[in-house]
Every structure is written in structure tokens, then in C-alpha cells.
């Protein structure tokens, strides 16, 4: 019997499947006339529900409590507390002080609340997985034909399956009629599959049972009872659905960066604070007034504004692909998809359209090709004549049918996906299977077994009988006698038999499944070793999965950005091959493994087989080879995308460090695990998000060395202040917090939102190891930085210096120090205006992007001027800020300073591109871990003078 809560126990889940039908029932207590009511009660209470376990979701309080424990959210709360509490020992108490601990629990709240909101999304996979289980099912209880609620199902029950019908639990046939069964969101196999009653070896895979079929599949064909012997969670269902709750989410490289980057951030002006600490506090000042002065500093170092900054610059990357079909639903995955160096993608359905579709047949010594794709009878044969006889014998010998278009769905089959590839291509050369099925009804039929790989019906024709046989070519071959030639029936010549395996060669050459199609006069009453033997050939048809018409230059735009793409799928490594072919992921000879083989190797034998150059296809592969490749890549530095549709990919999606699933035909679970979901099935939409991705982490880098090169412009004056023993700040920390929220913010964003730089995809992937704060980025911020401390120092102790009166004498009410905080804060930010310029490119001169390209930029800068000026002139914010109105020669020198730094930029600028164009030198090219310069990862295309000779 089965464990507590439908979990297999003991022997049962192999001897299910070793034991012939009678057996299994005799196992599992039921028989032919299925369970009594009241035994299904009994196992009911024992084995609870056929479901899945829904997951205990974090409570929302929880999900919002943990956008307080970023590092730069404890460091600015601990300092809030302190100030408190210096405000408390305070003798007199300042206002400033409270005003300042009040400004920094403000601004931790208002990121907090912004990354909850732009990060919400609950995890749904049980309820998708739910979504996927059929409702009710047919059930035999009592001797009697029930349909029942799918959740009611017990192991023993006794169910029955037609075809079309979704399977409730996992189940071991006992009778079969024809039947075929539907893996795809299971193995990722695009074929049904025979199913039989007969037992299996003990050694057979579950999966590869073709005695069993398993909850969340579909009955593709045919009939049949089956005894239900797991169900819930102990299904092959469920197996998947735990692997995908377990496996753990991944951080993305910019989580890594980001949170790398708060630790160094925090650590500097921790430092810092405690430095001027220990230099105030013996010169003379009250250690209250010492630490106040302390933490302004720490305040002018941490980029309270980066947060929401980041969150919506990354929201704004996810509207825009959202525009491209490609639906992003956790925001750092935005950036994974700019720094993805191998793409895992799945075959069937996201490679493929999922319909198998004839685009050849062979009669009168001709190919004839088929137009169309799918199931829809849509397109024509070249000479629909001369083909009209093979598929109208194909189209009597099948029993799929075509269901027309309904409620949003295109053509689709019920029944063998084969039959109805051979049903669409009759009905495009002209065949009309209901006069044809009334002019030759059916009398008998032996169905296709495994054994002789073919399928026959009789068909009464007018006073005698035809036989009609489609199957595997050599099979049906070695039957004939005779060939349809031109009209006429002649004698299948060795010549004549040469010819038509040549053609079955050259079609299974593109990769097609080749059926032939045969016939013969009969007897009445003949019995199948007569109605299958001196056969007339008619002709043979191709077929194939078709590949999407986009996937072909989306792979190629990803081999152009230096993407790696091996193939995981778990289908035939022959009609794997011949896609990876058609779409070009292979062009050479490529390294073909299967899942078997993968079990055979261990971590170390793994890493070192994805390590190698040669191109990869991994074929028959199981969820758990997925997620092992998967953690393999990961450990040689790889950032790894999945594709996929199925629920068998649901594990790897989720593991990987951006899941891709299909919208429209991939599954619920696949959906949910995913962190990006094609709204358009489109593979292309692929390469659009990781041109996309790249972009957004660019503006990521600008928008941080603009805020960046700001805070030394705050911290030069108070450590100047410090050293030259001025007594006050030359800036507070509320106008610190007005500069990093009010007046950066909004540029900020709109350096998020620049365009991708016209060479993005002809670039090599960014090593995830390249750190956001990378030399190149901090020598940057520190140059345009030093440059704009030292306008502001020049402007404040320019106006400190003009009153003539001694540094000790000043107080906080000094009409002279009240101008100078003001020409501080309003020389950042006209500073920041020339400076949200000059970061928009790298090494290209902004007057030839155009001053004006990013008008968001122009717009943001200057409500930016125009929140100083209300700063500087209305008395309510002159009080609040401690500011003082600015004179036109005030703007006048501090514009000067911006042009001044605007023009430093550019030469710069001008030096980066006079030196590049002396050494020639290109992109530098990352490689993972282990790789040797002068070798490339399998599909990583040439760069700079090898593209260019190509």
C-alpha cells in the first residue's frame, strides 16, 4: 500500500509497474469494480487530499520588515537613534538636531516603502501547480461510472481515461485501447507516447513507464482504465513541486554589487565620522556637538538617495521590456539579463511552436514541399495532385481529429500530434476526410504497437476492401511488393527501392520524421499478417516540430553579444540535434549528452564537460539534471538564464539566476517560477532583454558616479571646516538629505532611462566578478568630484573670508554664515547640473549625442535649480534650511564652476579617445574561471578584428 498522505511507501512504486494489471490491483486492494464508497472514505481520512501542499507565504508585515535590514537602512537608523538621543543630553536642545533625526527616519521609510512596492510578488507556484490538475475525473466506485471532484481521489481508485482528458494522479494502466499519452510538461518530450498494460522492467526510469501515466499530463490518443497508486504530493507532479519550493532564490550579481558596495560605503563613513569625532571633540566643542558634527559627515558619504534611485531606474527598465513582450516580475532580474552568459534553453515550445507539421512528401520519385505550419489547414502542396493519393490513405489511417479555432485558441489536435500533422497537410492538398471517411468506412483496425511500428485500417470501397498501412519507412518498405508510379502500379524494383531509401535519407538528413504510406486490396476477414504484406507503396511524408521563424536571429544576436546556448531538453538527441541545427545553437560537430550519461558523472566531471568548447546539447535530461547543470555553470561563474514552458523546468528556472518562462504556452508553475515570462512565447524577446539588461546596468554606473561624485563635493567643505578649525559646518546634514532626495533624485532617474548605446550587443558579456565600484568608475566619481569640492570650498570660505571678522566668531545666526551654507548647497547643485551632463557618455563627447537628446535630463536638472532657488528665497524653507537669498554674482561664479567642470569632462573625454585610437584597442573579453586566453566558450562569437573579417 501507499505511505500517509498519499506518499508511495514500501514496494509498491516499483511493483506497480514490474506486476502484471491483475496483480496491481490485488496490491493495492481495489478491483475491477473499483473502491466502495466506504473504503474510499477510509483512504481518504487516511491519505488526505489529492492535492499539492500550498506554502506558507511570509506575512506582509514581514516582507516589509525586511526592507530595514539593508545595510544602508541599519547604518542611518542607528545614527537616528543616536541623534535622539544626543538631542536628549542636549544643554540647550538644538531643534537642528531632532529636525536631522527626523529627516533620516523619513528618508529609511521612504526607501523602505518604495522597494516593497516596486519588489512585492508573492509566490504563487502551489496555486499554479493547482491551476494545472484537472478538476474532476471519471471514477469507477461501487461498480458504478462516477465523476468526481480530482481532490476525492484515493490510491486504488479505479479511473478512466480518454483521450484529451487530463490525467488526475499518477496511475498504472490495467486496459488499453490505442492509447498514447502527452509528457511534454513532465520530460519535455513534443511526441505522445504508446502507452501499454503490460509490466516494465524493474530497472525502467518512472517516467519512461509506458505503463503508467502521471498527474498534469494528457491523454494525446485512445483509452483505457487505470489504477490510481500515488497521489498529492507523492506523484511525480509533486516530486517537481517540491524541487521547485526548495530551491533556493538566487541574488542577482547587482544584489551582490549593491550589497558589497553598502559595506564599503558604510565603512568609510563610519571611519570618517569617528576621525572628525576624535578631532573636534579635543579642540575645545562638547562631545554632543562634536558627534553632531560627526554624523553630518557620515551623512555626506551615505547615498541615502541610491535605494529608490535604483528600485525605480530598474522599474523603468521593467516597463520598457514589458513594451517588448518580456514581462520582469522581481526587478533585479533586469540586470541579470544584462551580465547572462550562457542561456539554458529547452526545446519544445520555446524553441520550437509545439505542433508538428508535414513539410515534405515524397510520391512518384518527387519531394513535394508543404507550406503552412501547425495544424491550421492553411497552405498548399506544390502539386497537390500527385501527393492527394498518400495523404488521403494517411488521413483514413489516423484517428486524431482537428478541432477548429475556439474560445482564443488556434487549430489544435485531439489525438497523436503525428496524425494530426498528416490530417493538416491532406486538407492542404485538397482532401475532404468526411466524403472521403463516407466513401470508405472503416471496418477494421490494428493498431500501431512498438514491435512492428505500424498502424493498418480496412475501409469497404464500393463492393471490395482496401487496406491502408502508414508507419516506419524500413518497416512498411520490407512489406511492399509493388509501388504507385505515374498512375500505375509497378513492381518495387531494386532500383525503385534505392530511390526511396535515398529519399527517406535525405529527409531525415533536415532532421524530419519520415512516415510512409502503403496499400492493398483485401479480403474480407483478412487478418493482419495479410492485410500488412504485399504492400503498394504510395508515398511518405516529413514532418518536424517547426522552430520559431524569430529563434534563428535572436540566437544569433545572442552569439553576436558573446552568449553561450546549450540546449537542455528531454527529447530524442536526433530531433534535438536537427533544431539545434536549423536554428543555429550547432553548427559543428557538437558534444551530445544524455541524462543517463549525466548520472554517470560526477560535480567535478560535470563543471568539466560544460567547460569545454566544444558545442553542447543535452538530451533526455530529467528536472534534476537540469538544476545540477544549472548549480554546475554557476559554480564556474556563469550567470545563467533558463528558458523553458514545462513544469519540468519550473526547479531550473527557479535555481537559475533568471528563470524565462513562456506566457502563452508555457505552464502556470513554469510562469510563477520564473523571474521574466515572453509574453509572446517570442525567443527572440530574448536578445531584446539582454540588450535591455546591459542598459540598464550602464545607466546604473552613470547615475552612481553622479550621485557618488556629489558626496565628496559634501564632505570637502566639512573637512576642510575641520582642518582650518571653522567652528560650524559649511553645510548641515538637513541640506545633505535636501540634495541627495530633492534635488538629485529626479536626474538620477533620468540617467536610468537613457537609450542603449547603439554597440551594446557587440559586446562581450560583463564578468560578474567586475565590481559595480570598478576602477574605472571610482577614478571617475573622484575626478568630477575633487573638481566640484573644490568650486565649493572656494565659494564658502570666498564668503566667509568677506565679512573680515575671526572664525570663532561666528554663530549659526550670522547673517554672513547663513549666505555661505546657501552658495554650498546651490554650488552642488549647479554643479550636479553640468555634471548629470557630462556622465551620460563613457568616452563619446556629449555635444555630439546632443545636449538636449535626453530632455528628461534637462527637465529633471532644472526643477533641481528651481528647488534651490525656493530654498534660497522663501522665508518658510530659509528657515527650515538655515539659507539666505543668493546674489546674481553668486550664480553667475558658481555656473562658472559647472562650465569649468563640464569642460574638465571633455577633455578627458578627448584623452581616453586619442589614446584608444593610438593602442587600437577593443573591449576587453571576460572569460570563466579556468579558461585560457585564445580560447572562446562554445557559441561566444568573434570580436573586433575577427568579426570584421567575417
Known amino acids: 500500500m501507499t505511505g500517509e498522505g498519499g506518499a508511495t511507501g514500501g514496494p509498491t512504486g516499483p511493483s506497480v509497474r514490474t506486476r502484471s494489471g491483475v496483480a496491481v490491483l490485488a496490491l493495492l486492494g481495489g478491483g475491477v469494480r473499483g473502491l466502495s464508497s466506504r473504503e474510499a472514505a477510509a483512504r481518504l481520512a487516511r491519505f488526505g487530499f489529492n492535492e499539492l501542499p500550498r506554502p506558507r507565504g511570509r506575512h506582509l508585515g514581514r516582507r516589509f520588515a525586511t526592507q530595514f535590514t539593508d545595510l544602508f537602512a541599519v547604518v542611518l537608523l542607528v545614527a537616528s537613534a543616536i541623534t535622539f538621543l544626543a538631542y536628549a543630553l542636549q544643554q540647550p536642545r538644538d531643534v537642528g538636531t531632532v529636525q536631522l533625526a527626523v529627516a533620516v527616519l523619513c528618508v529609511v521609510w521612504l526607501n523602505a516603502v518604495i522597494g516593497f512596492a516596486q519588489e512585492y510578488s508573492a509566490e504563487r507556484t502551489a496555486q499554479a501547480l493547482q491551476a494545472m490538475v484537472p478538476r474532476t475525473c471519471r471514477v469507477l466506485r461501487d461498480g458504478e461510472r462516477r465523476e468526481l471532484p480530482v481532490?476525492?481521489?484515493?490510491?486504488?481508485?479505479?479511473?478512466?481515461?480518454?483521450?484529451?482528458?487530463?490525467?488526475?494522479?499518477?496511475?498504472?494502466?490495467?486496459?488499453?485501447?490505442?492509447?498514447?499519452?502527452?509528457?511534454?510538461?513532465?520530460?519535455?518530450?513534443?511526441?505522445p507516447v504508446a502507452r501499454t498494460a503490460d509490466p516494465v522492467a524493474a530497472d525502467t526510469q518512472p517516467l519512461q513507464s509506458r505503463n503508467c501515466v502521471f498527474m498534469g499530463t494528457t491523454m494525446a490518443a485512445g483509452s483505457g482504465k487505470a489504477v490510481v497508486f500515488a497521489t498529492g504530493a507523492a506523484t511525480e507532479f509533486g516530486r517537481i513541486f517540491r524541487l521547485a519550493a526548495q530551491a533556493p532564490q538566487q541574488k542577482t550579481p547587482l544584489q551582490r554589487q549593491v550589497?558589497?558596495?553598502?559595506?564599503?560605503?558604510?565603512?568609510?563613513?563610519?571611519?570618517?565620522?569617528?576621525?572628525?569625532?576624535?578631532?573636534?571633540?579635543?579642540?575645545?566643542?562638547?562631545?554632543?556637538?562634536?558627534?553632531?558634527?560627526?554624523?553630518?559627515?557620515?551623512?555626506?558619504?551615505?547615498?541615502?538617495?541610491?535605494?529608490?534611485?535604483?528600485?525605480?531606474?530598474?522599474?523603468?527598465?521593467?516597463?520598457?521590456?514589458?513594451?517588448?513582450?518580456?514581462?520582469?516580475?522581481?526587478?533585479?532580474?533586469?540586470?541579470?539579463?544584462?551580465?547572462?552568459?550562457?542561456?539554458?534553453?529547452?526545446?519544445?515550445?520555446?524553441?520550437?511552436?509545439?505542433?508538428?507539421?508535414?513539410?515534405?512528401?515524397?510520391?512518384?520519385?518527387?519531394?513535394?514541399?508543404?507550406?503552412?505550419?501547425?495544424?491550421?489547414?492553411?497552405?498548399?502542396?506544390?502539386?497537390?495532385?500527385?501527393?492527394?493519393?498518400?495523404?488521403?490513405?494517411?488521413?483514413?489511417?489516423?484517428?486524431?481529429?482537428?478541432?477548429?479555432?475556439?474560445?482564443?485558441?488556434?487549430?489544435?489536435?485531439?489525438?497523436?500530434?503525428?496524425?494530426?500533422?498528416?490530417?493538416?497537410?491532406?486538407?492542404?492538398?485538397?482532401?475532404?476526410?468526411a466524403d472521403e471517411e463516407a466513401a470508405a468506412p472503416r471496418v477494421t483496425e490494428f493498431p500501431f504497437d512498438?514491435?512492428?511500428?505500424?498502424?493498418?485500417?480496412?475501409?469497404?470501397?464500393?463492393?471490395?476492401?482496401?487496406?491502408?498501412?502508414?508507419?516506419?519507412?524500413?518497416?512498411?518498405?520490407?512489406?511492399?511488393?509493388?509501388?504507385?508510379?505515374?498512375?500505375?502500379?509497378?513492381?518495387?524494383?531494386?532500383?525503385?527501392?534505392?530511390?526511396?531509401?535515398?529519399?527517406?535519407?535525405?529527409?531525415?538528413?533536415?532532421?524530419?520524421?519520415?512516415?510512409?504510406?502503403?496499400?492493398?486490396?483485401?479480403?474480407?476477414?483478412?487478418?493482419?499478417?495479410?492485410?500488412?504484406?504485399?504492400?503498394?507503396?504510395?508515398?511518405?511524408?516529413?514532418?518536424?516540430?517547426?522552430?520559431?521563424?524569430?529563434?534563428?536571429?535572436?540566437?544569433?544576436?545572442?552569439?553576436?553579444?558573446?552568449?553561450?546556448?546549450?540546449?537542455?531538453?528531454?527529447?530524442?538527441?536526433?530531433?534535438?540535434?536537427?533544431?539545434?541545427?536549423?536554428?543555429?545553437?550547432?553548427?559543428?560537430?557538437?558534444?551530445?549528452?544524455?541524462?543517463?550519461?549525466?548520472?554517470?558523472?560526477?560535480?567535478?566531471?560535470?563543471?568539466?564537460?560544460?567547460?569545454?568548447?566544444a558545442e553542447l546539447l543535452l538530451c533526455r535530461v530529467s528536472p534534476e539534471h537540469k538544476m545540477r547543470v544549472v548549480a554546475a555553470l554557476q559554480g564556474r561563474g556563469e550567470v545563467v538564464a533558463v528558458t523553458g514552458d514545462g513544469a519540468n523546468d519550473a526547479p531550473a528556472l527557479k535555481h537559475a539566476d533568471i528563470g524565462v518562462a513562456m506566457g502563452a504556452s508555457g505552464t502556470d508553475v513554469a510562469r510563477e517560477a520564473a523571474a521574466m515570462v515572453l509574453l509572446d512565447d517570442s525567443f527572440a524577446s530574448i536578445a531584446t532583454a539582454v540588450r535591455m539588461g546591459r542598459s540598464v546596468?550602464?545607466?546604473?554606473?552613470?547615475?552612481?558616479?553622479?550621485?557618488?561624485?556629489?558626496?565628496?563635493?559634501?564632505?570637502?567643505?566639512?573637512?576642510?571646516?575641520?582642518?582650518?578649525?571653522?567652528?560650524?559646518?559649511?553645510?548641515?546634514?538637513?541640506?545633505?538629505?535636501?540634495?541627495?532626495?530633492?534635488?538629485?533624485?529626479?536626474?538620477?532617474?533620468?540617467l536610468g532611462a537613457e537609450p542603449p548605446e547603439p554597440d551594446v550587443m557587440d559586446r562581450p558579456p560583463r564578468s560578474p566578478r567586475e565590481p559595480l565600484f570598478s576602477t574605472a568608475v571610482v577614478g571617475r566619481f573622484l575626478f568630477l568630484g575633487s573638481i566640484q569640492a573644490l568650486g565649493v570650498c572656494a565659494a564658502f570660505f570666498w564668503h566667509i573670508h568677506s565679512a573680515g571678522i575671526p572664525y570663532a566668531a561666528f554663530t549659526a545666526d550670522n547673517p554672513v554664515y547663513r549666505e555661505a551654507l546657501t552658495t554650498t548647497q546651490a554650488g552642488i547643485v549647479i554643479s550636479q547640473f553640468f555634471n548629470g551632463l557630462a556622465v551620460r557618455t563613457d568616452r563619446q563627447s556629449i555635444f555630439r549625442v546632443g545636449l538636449l537628446s535626453n530632455p528628461r535630463l534637462i527637465i529633471a536638472e532644472c526643477l533641481s535649480l528651481g528647488l534651490m532657488a525656493a530654498i534660497s528665497y522663501l522665508p518658510l524653507l530659509q528657515a527650515v534650511f538655515h539659507t539666505a537669498p543668493l546674489r546674481p554674482v553668486d550664480w553667475a561664479v558658481l555656473t562658472a564652476f559647472g562650465l569649468l567642470l563640464l569642460l574638465a569632462e571633455e577633455t578627458r573625454k578627448w584623452v581616453l579617445r586619442r589614446g584608444q585610437a593610438r593602442r587600437g584597442a577593443g573591449p576587453q573579453v571576460w572569460r570563466p574561471r579556468g579558461e585560457r586566453p585564445g580560447e572562446r566558450s562554445a557559441g561566444a562569437e568573434r570580436t573586433g578584428a575577427e568579426r570584421s573579417s567575417r
Open 151 to 191: 481532490r476525492e481521489l484515493v490510491p486504488g481508485d479505479l479511473v478512466v481515461l480518454e483521450a484529451g482528458d487530463a490525467v488526475p494522479a499518477d496511475c498504472r494502466l490495467i486496459e488499453v485501447h490505442e492509447a498514447a499519452a502527452n509528457n511534454a510538461a513532465l520530460t519535455g518530450e513534443s511526441e
Open 259 to 433: 550589497a558589497s558596495m553598502a559595506r564599503r560605503v558604510a565603512g568609510v563613513a563610519l571611519a570618517t565620522g569617528v576621525v572628525v569625532f576624535a578631532i573636534r571633540a579635543p579642540a575645545g566643542q562638547s562631545l554632543v556637538a562634536s558627534f553632531v558634527f560627526a554624523l553630518g559627515v557620515m551623512v555626506a558619504l551615505v547615498p541615502e538617495g541610491l535605494p529608490a534611485t535604483l528600485s525605480v531606474s530598474l522599474a523603468i527598465g521593467v516597463r520598457r521590456m514589458a513594451r517588448q513582450h518580456a514581462l520582469i516580475k522581481r526587478l533585479l532580474a533586469v540586470e541579470a539579463l544584462g551580465s547572462t552568459t550562457v542561456v539554458c534553453t529547452d526545446k519544445t515550445g520555446t524553441l520550437t511552436q509545439a505542433e508538428m507539421t508535414v513539410t515534405r512528401v515524397w510520391a512518384d520519385g518527387t519531394a513535394y514541399p508543404v507550406s503552412g505550419v501547425g495544424y491550421a489547414p492553411v497552405g498548399q502542396v506544390s502539386d497537390a495532385v500527385a501527393v492527394r493519393g498518400a495523404l488521403r490513405a494517411a488521413a483514413l489511417c489516423s484517428n486524431a481529429r482537428l478541432v477548429p479555432p475556439a474560445e482564443g485558441q488556434g487549430w489544435r489536435v485531439l489525438g497523436d500530434t503525428t496524425e494530426g500533422a498528416l490530417l493538416a497537410a491532406a486538407a492542404k492538398a485538397g482532401v475532404e476526410l
Open 450 to 613: 512498438s514491435t512492428r511500428k505500424l498502424m493498418s485500417t480496412v475501409h469497404r470501397v464500393g463492393t471490395g476492401f482496401h487496406a491502408y498501412v502508414k508507419g516506419a519507412p524500413a518497416e512498411v518498405l520490407a512489406r511492399c511488393t509493388h509501388i504507385e508510379w505515374d498512375g500505375a502500379r509497378r513492381p518495387l524494383t531494386g532500383q525503385l527501392a534505392s530511390m526511396v531509401n535515398a529519399a527517406v535519407d535525405a529527409m531525415a538528413a533536415e532532421g524530419l520524421r519520415v512516415l510512409a504510406v502503403a496499400w492493398r486490396a483485401v479480403p474480407p476477414s483478412a487478418t493482419q499478417e495479410v492485410t500488412e504484406s504485399q504492400l503498394s507503396l504510395i508515398g511518405m511524408a516529413g514532418m518536424l516540430d517547426p522552430p520559431r521563424p524569430e529563434v534563428a536571429d535572436a540566437v544569433r544576436a545572442c552569439r553576436g553579444a558573446g552568449i553561450r546556448i546549450v540546449m537542455v531538453t528531454g527529447d530524442h538527441p536526433l530531433t534535438a540535434e536537427a533544431i539545434a541545427r536549423r536554428v543555429g545553437i550547432v553548427r559543428d560537430q557538437p558534444r551530445v549528452v544524455t541524462g543517463s550519461q549525466l548520472d554517470r558523472m560526477d560535480d567535478a566531471a560535470l563543471v568539466g564537460l560544460l567547460g569545454e568548447p
Open 697 to 750: 546596468y550602464q545607466n546604473i554606473r552613470k547615475f552612481l558616479i553622479y550621485l557618488f561624485s556629489h558626496n565628496i563635493a559634501e564632505l570637502a567643505p566639512i573637512l576642510a571646516a575641520t582642518v582650518a578649525g571653522f567652528p560650524l559646518v559649511p553645510i548641515t546634514a538637513v541640506q545633505v538629505l535636501a540634495i541627495d532626495l530633492g534635488s538629485d533624485v529626479l536626474p538620477a532617474l533620468a
